[in-house]
């Protein structure tokens, strides 16, 4: 998708406006910069800041199912996208690759 781009784009820039806390890391999402910093800083796992999932809603979607593979996912957009690889389209292109 279009966030995923812009994100490889800013690795081909070497962007990365996401800072660790606790050292002179960065990153181009939060997420790498969370993973970083739960494996190097911190000593037991926290779930401080992260949303609560209800387990018994999140099974009970229904599952849309790839026909070209087994790919399953419960949003219909992800199987959209997933599809078009399958096809070989590209909906987003890198502007460097």
Not at 7 to 33: D, I, L, N, S
Request: aromatic residues 6%; hydrophobic residues 20%.
């Amino acid at each position: 998708n279009a966030i995923i781009l812009k994100q490889h784009e800013m690795r081909h820039r070497g962007e990365k406006p996401h800072k660790c806390a606790f050292c002179e890391y960065r990153a181009v999402t939060r997420q790498e910069v969370a993973r970083h910093s739960k494996r190097n800083h911190v000593s037991k796992p926290t779930n401080i800041g992260k949303p609560r999932r209800n387990d018994s809603k999140s099974t009970k979607q229904a599952l849309h199912k790839c026909r070209y593979c087994e790919y399953k996912t419960p949003r219909k957009d992800c199987l959209k996208i997933h599809e078009m690889r399958h096809r070989g389209q590209k909906p987003h292109q890198c502007k460097y690759c």
